[in-house]
């Protein structure tokens, strides 16, 4: 973004051409600060305003701008000539007011937009008037990659000498908001932003400033924007990465780490606190290793990710809630290994084919298998002696359309049935009889004793 | 109003300076968070930090810019100096080296801050006294010479560092009281909090003046 005060030699002017809307002429001044360009669109009039402020208070001279004219003021000869006198005028204020920039002339070309200092003047008044009270609401507050940016870059400045004195836009009152804020919205682009150059994904940043941040997220920001997460390994608690085309945790998790190796990494950058993670919709094949990195997790989050199969994370004691839906997962093999106490799996929008993976993950009580592939009703018999299982979704497999599905279903959990909730549906009266007579049938089909007796027992010895 | 952290009256602006590795960034820390940083990073520019105290019954915020010590980044601290309502300028007990640069740190806080500025020397690291370079007296006497308050405190224990930000706190404050700062000058450091929550933003530029009163 653009650096008034660093490029203040390499930066120009000029209005280059006149445009009318409503029946009213505006000219189209282009700035350019260093590498950085924008437009702004003014009237006349607004030249006039301004002149006259500059006049009285930065002895630029009265006659510089260009007269007004009452009558014929819209032919195109004239508006071309004034058009020209403009981009002299302002070319010629530039010049002269180069190095003091006053307040109003760098608001006059939109600097408050596109410039670092004068972004985040405005800032510090806006924080300065309505900090406090953002702070006590506690909704989260969203920055821009810009101001995060210009904030970042702010920090390694010399704060300049100014005409504007007032302290109400001093940039401490936006570090101040920065290190008090608790929960951040941050939302990238790859659209040009505004009528600029810049486009705000290849801006960088840091979140040092952010020393209480307990939820972020982010949203279309690519990682390699990120600098440095500062202090939020201490403090915080909830994480989003959504689509980001992160293609793996550590992307974010060891995000200034330079080295990535895991012989390397200490035990200082564990992320002490956090306890959600949702990395929605990147491009994730992976779960790394770098998931060791966050002790405290209890709900991950990867849904449409690229994921096919899951790594060892039992060392995420805490992990209670696995949400998997819309990725590529088919096996699931002996996820027991894998994952510790899981008390809810969503796996919907995935291929999974068969139950067997999860025959002994005793702490689950939902399991979501919606829209997979699951063709065979006996796959149930994998997961029936689940002591805690009481959601399960098996809606739009091929399984779902056979026959008394719900009752075949629901007649593998034995004693447990009722305690059942098939695809968001508790079985009916009709449902249980049907399936006690299905039962009864298969005792007799399969030559065993009716289950109920050890059943009874080892569920109360699971349940206690 | 309401109680809280945004129930406060003042906000005092301080600067803290001296050479690097003093343990500017471990005093700031031990204040606001009450811990202290093992193994604290050097400075890059500047930090900042916030802490609301009490003098005399006015709730006061404490807007703290910390600065690099290393000397390459000397023009962007010494652009801090501006507005500050107190300067802490530390020193190491234990490097007598840090406290000779001390009347260097001091000409620049007098040139770059205004009259009003209250100045505190702090001896930091008092808890390592078996290393010891630089005797209290010696330093004292330093303090004493130049008008300015003067502890030894340690950012490790946490020794006499409240001390220092609220000794200098209650100067600036009695100056306020005295009339001798004025509250409504650029340079002062001192601001009122802003008057009534919910104010509009597009404030017409009269009521800009940030004053209460």
């Not at chain 1, 030559?447 to 569920?459: A, E, M, Q, R, V």
């Not at chain 2, 020193?91 to 205004?114: A, G, Q, V």
């Amino acid at each position: 973004m653009s650096s008034f005060l660093k490029y203040h030699e390499n930066s120009s002017v000029g209005v280059d051409e006149a445009t009318i809307k409503d029946n009213v002429t505006y000219y189209k001044i282009k700035v350019k600060v260093g590498s950085v360009n924008w437009h702004v669109m003014h009237r006349y009039n607004d030249f006039v305003e301004l002149h006259d402020k500059l006049v009285s208070d930065h002895g630029v001279g009265k006659e510089l701008l260009p007269p007004k004219k009452v009558i014929r003021n819209k032919t195109p000869k004239f508006v071309e000539q004034r058009r020209e006198a403009l981009n002299v005028y302002l070319k010629e204020v530039l010049n002269y007011l180069k190095l003091s920039m006053p307040y109003e002339f760098a608001h006059f070309l939109d600097f408050h937009k596109y410039d670092i200092f004068f972004l985040l003047t405005d800032l510090a008044k806006t924080l300065y008037l309505e900090g406090d009270n953002l702070l006590e609401n506690a909704k989260s507050y969203k920055f821009t990659p810009l101001e995060l940016h210009a904030i970042s870059e702010r920090l390694k400045m010399a704060c300049p000498p100014t005409e504007k004195q007032d302290q109400t836009y001093d940039f401490s009152h936006v570090l101040d908001f920065c290190s008090q804020l608790r929960s951040l919205d941050v939302e990238g682009s790859y659209e040009k932003y505004g009528t600029s150059n810049i486009i705000l994904n290849e801006l960088q940043f840091d979140f040092i400033p952010f020393k209480s941040l307990v939820n972020l997220r982010i949203l279309g920001v690519p990682m390699r924007c990120i600098q440095s997460v500062g202090s939020l390994r201490d403090t915080l608690v909830n994480l989003s990465v959504l689509t980001a085309t992160v293609i793996s945790l550590n992307e974010f998790l060891l995000v200034d780490i330079l080295h990535k190796e895991p012989s390397s990494i200490a035990d200082t950058v564990k992320w002490k606190k956090l306890a959600m993670i949702n990395f929605g919709n990147n491009n994730i094949e992976n779960v790394d290793w770098a998931i060791k990195l966050v002790p405290r997790l209890q709900h991950l989050s990867l849904s449409s990710n690229k994921l096919k199969e899951l790594c060892d994370i039992s060392s995420l004691h805490e992990l209670r809630i696995l949400d998997l839906s819309m990725n590529s997962f088919s096996l699931c093999e002996k996820w027991h290994a894998k994952i510790g106490n899981v008390v809810k799996i969503e796996l919907s929008q995935n291929k999974v084919e068969s139950l067997r993976g999860f025959s002994r993950l005793y702490s689950l009580e939902s399991l979501n298998l919606g829209c997979n592939v699951i063709t065979d009703v006996e796959e149930v018999q994998h997961i029936c002696k689940l002591p805690c299982l009481e959601y399960l979704w098996l809606t739009a497999n091929p399984v779902a359309s056979i026959i008394d599905y719900r009752v075949k279903v629901i007649e593998q959990f034995n004693s447990r049935m009722s305690e059942i909730c098939l695809d968001n549906e508790r079985a009916s009266e009709k449902e249980l009889d049907t399936a006690r007579v299905l039962q009864a049938l298969r005792v007799v089909k399969e030559g065993k004793i009716p289950t109920f007796l050890d059943n009874h027992t080892s569920h109360s010895f699971n349940k206690s | 109003m309401t109680s809280g952290p945004y129930n406060y009256s003042y906000i005092f602006k301080y600067i803290i300076i001296g050479d690097m590795g003093v343990g500017k960034s471990c005093l700031l820390h031990q204040f606001t968070d009450k811990k202290f940083m093992a193994d604290c990073p050097h400075t890059i520019g500047v930090e900042f930090g916030t802490r609301i105290i009490e003098v005399a019954g006015q709730k006061i915020k404490l807007q703290i810019w910390d600065t690099a010590g290393q000397e390459r980044f000397r023009a962007v601290t010494r652009s801090y100096y501006r507005g500050a309502a107190g300067a802490l300028m530390v020193y190491d007990i234990t490097r007598r080296s840090t406290y000779n640069h001390l009347s260097s740190w001091l000409t620049d806080t007098r040139n770059l801050t205004n009259p009003s500025t209250v100045i505190f020397l702090i001896g930091n690291k008092s808890d390592l006294d078996a290393q010891r370079d630089v005797t209290y007296e010696e330093a004292k006497q330093f303090a004493d010479e130049n008008g300015l308050m003067f502890v030894e405190a340690s950012a490790k224990t946490g020794q006499n560092v409240e001390e220092a930000f609220l000794e200098t706190a209650k100067k600036i404050y009695q100056s306020i009281q005295d009339g001798r700062l004025d509250l409504n000058a650029a340079e002062s450091g001192v601001q009122h909090k802003p008057a009534s929550p919910g104010r509009p933003l597009a404030a017409p530029p009269s009521s800009r003046d940030n004053c209460a009163c």
